[in-house]
């Protein structure tokens, strides 16, 4: 309960309440093993799935059948909350294991009866929705970049935000590579390539932005 109480869902809800709450509705904590597929693409989305314990990845597979992460996602954070009302109410991505993990689920109709008593999680769903739907609208316009130096530069700059200085990389190349859905030599020449143009200055995970006009055109070439 512990875990349950940090989920952003449940800020403002009071532990007594939330527990008297979950007392009133059906809800379950399933295991999943290291590698299993938790929900596949399609699959329809019927139940609230809270992250207690572990790692999962989401993950699409292009018409190459080439995987590409889209995110990995830990406690105490909600999986695919965006997805659970609406007509078409379907998994757009395979959400797959990445350690061992716990997750708490609570079903469609459970979820409409907690709205119902509880203000602050209705508020809280409906944030959480609007950021997922901002989160999707910048990652299929990061997917839309052609090019590996403008996935990069995109990269970079969102990291930058208005601010000058050095970037501390929070991914690892390999990491970088998979969410990109190219190699990692791939990845690692077009670094080198920004910054033997003196676009950029890199040293392992430390980026420093050079020139920011010329990072920014790099979002535009084919």
């Keep these: 309960m512990d875990k349950l109480y940090k989920c952003p869902l449940f800020k403002g809800v009071n532990a007594d309440d939330l527990d008297q709450y979950l007392s009133n509705i059906h809800y379950q904590v399933k295991k999943y093993n290291k590698d299993?597929?938790?929900?596949?693409?399609?699959?329809?989305?019927?139940?609230?799935?809270?992250?207690?314990?572990?790692?999962?990845?989401?993950?699409?597979?292009?018409?190459?059948?080439?995987?590409?992460?889209?995110?990995?996602?830990?406690?105490?954070?909600?999986?695919?909350?965006?997805?659970?009302?609406g007509q078409n109410n379907y998994y757009p991505v395979n959400i797959i294991a990445n350690?061992?993990?716990e997750i708490f689920k609570l079903s469609k109709e459970s979820i409409i009866q907690l709205m119902q008593v509880s203000a602050p999680f209705l508020q809280n769903f409906m944030n959480n929705i609007s950021n997922r739907a901002q989160f999707l609208s910048d990652k299929i316009r990061f997917l839309t970049f052609q090019t590996i130096r403008g996935k990069l530069?995109?990269?970079?700059?969102?990291?930058?935000?208005?601010?000058e200085g050095e970037i501390i990389l929070p991914k690892s190349q390999e990491e970088l590579a998979s969410l990109f859905g190219v190699t990692r030599p791939s990845l690692g020449r077009a670094l080198r390539d920004l910054h033997n143009?003196?676009?950029?200055e890199a040293h392992g995970k430390s980026i420093k932005i050079l020139n920011r006009d010329l990072l920014i055109q790099q979002l535009k070439k084919d």
């Design 153 to 163: 530069a995109h990269y970079l700059l969102q990291l930058a935000g208005p601010l």
């Design 36 to 85: 299993q597929i938790i929900a596949q693409a399609g699959d329809q989305c019927n139940s609230l799935m809270i992250m207690l314990k572990g790692s999962v990845k989401g993950e699409m597979i292009d018409p190459s059948g080439k995987a590409i992460k889209i995110e990995d996602i830990e406690p105490p954070k909600p999986l695919a909350i965006a997805f659970i009302f």
């Design 99 to 101: 350690t061992e993990v």
């Design 197 to 200: 143009d003196g676009i950029i």
